[in-house]
Structure formats: C-alpha cells, structure tokens
T-cell receptor
Framework: GQSLEQPSEVTAVEGAIVQINCTYQTSGFYGLSWYQQHDGGAPTFLSY????GLEETGRFSSFLSRSDSYGYLLLQELQMKDSASYFCAFGGYQKVTFGTGTKLQVIP | DGGITQSPKYLFRKEGQNVTLSCEQN?????MYWYRQDPGQGLRLIYY???????QKGDIAEGYSVSREKKESFPLTVTSAQKNPTAFYLC????????????FGPGTRLTVL
C-alpha cells in the first residue's frame, strides 16, 4: 500500500531551526512535496523534491533520500507565523497522497 | 480575478439531506480533486477528474458523487449515504503530468446536524 508517516506534533523556539521528518511507502514514486496549512485555512505548496538531495527556498529547505524512502522539511529562523501544520505528500500518476501532518508550534 | 472558488464557506444541513458543494476554477487546469479533512487529520482523496466527463474514485468515495460537465466546474454531492459527513472539504486543481503540485480552494466547512 501507500503511506506516509510524520510526527504528529513538534514544538520549537522562535529563531531556532526545526526539522520535520517524513517516511513513506509506495510502489510508484514521482517525488516528495511539502505543504503548509494554517488553522482554518487551505494547504499551500512549499517545495518539491524529485531527486535525492536538498532543495532550498528561502528559510525553508527540503531533503529527499529515495533509497531510504525518507525526506524532511527544515525550517530556519523560525517565526511565530510558521506555527501551522505541515504535510508531506508524494505524487503518483494522476493523484497525490498526503501524510497525516505535523503540527508545529513556535513558542517565544 | 483568477483562482479557485468554493462556496459556501460554511454549510449546515440536517441529517438525511443531500448537499452539493461548489468548486469553480478559471485557471484552465485539467485536473480537479476533492479532499476531506477531519480535525487533526490529513487530507483524504474523495474523487478526482483529469478531463471533462471523466472522473475516478479516490480512497473514500463511498457516500459521495461528482460530475465534470465543464472544465471549470467540479461539484461534489454529499449524499445521505455518507455516514459521517461533518468535515472540512477542500477542492484542488493541478496541471497534468507526473508532478502534481496542487492548488487549493479556501474550503467548505460542512456541519450536519
């Protein structure tokens, strides 16, 4: 079957760095994506990794290791507005499967 | 004004009634999707459509129906057969191909009383 596992909650201090891990199982893999969702809002796309390695987009970076079926989202210089849920997802042909999400709480 | 619209934002219905949620897009994307999200949970795929007049069941299609008569519109009907319909419903679009970056509408929060 297809599945993605993430920690359910993470707490980090404002200004610090936090890493959100994601492990997955799938038979057909087209890359790992990350989405952010604030409470009551819709998910928004953050990043995508098709190949192994690190992709950097401002304060956010995402990493993928296809051999380990593992990826992570790295958030640097945390701000209070980064408090949200973060979902990893893999894109198969025609559809996307989402993980259950990690709720990040940033504290002062 | 371009984008994805869902209406209404909040919807209340009595148990046993069918209800249709609207999803419209003017971005000319082929693929459209419906997801359900329960509190503290991830997104679960209900139905998706790659082209007009064609759609496929997702992981939790039972108790739901859809149509795709126009490229711009992909309405979702929550039928009385859906045992636990209260949830946050999200419509999304994406381009075609193997990389499916998804763009979401604002969502409809359905409460069945």
């Amino acid at each position: 079957g297809q599945s993605l596992e993430q920690p359910s909650e993470v707490t980090a201090v404002e200004g610090a760095i936090v890493q959100i891990n994601c492990t997955y199982q799938t038979s057909g893999f087209y890359g790992l994506s990350w989405y952010q969702q604030h409470d009551g809002g819709a998910p928004t796309f953050l990043s995508y990794n098709a190949l192994d390695g690190l992709e950097e987009t401002g304060r956010f970076s995402s990493f993928l290791s296809r051999s380990d079926s593992y990826g992570y989202l790295l958030l640097q210089e945390l701000q209070m507005k980064d408090s949200a849920s973060y979902f990893c997802a893999f894109g198969g042909y025609q559809k996307v499967t989402f993980g259950t999400g990690t709720k990040l709480q940033v504290i002062p | 004004d371009g984008g994805i619209t869902q209406s209404p934002k909040y919807l209340f219905r009595k148990e046993g009634q069918n209800v249709t949620l609207s999803c419209e897009q003017n971005l000319n994307h082929d693929a459209m999707y419906w997801y359900r999200q329960d509190p503290g949970q991830g997104l679960r795929l209900i139905y998706y459509s790659q082209i007009v007049n064609d759609f496929q069941k997702g992981d939790i299609a039972e108790g739901y129906s859809v149509s795709r008569e126009k490229k711009e519109s992909f309405p979702l009907t929550v039928t009385s057969a859906q045992k636990n319909p209260t949830a946050f419903y999200l419509c999304a679009i994406s381009g075609s191909g193997t990389y499916n970056e998804q763009f979401f509408g604002p969502g409809t929060r359905l409460t069945v009383l």
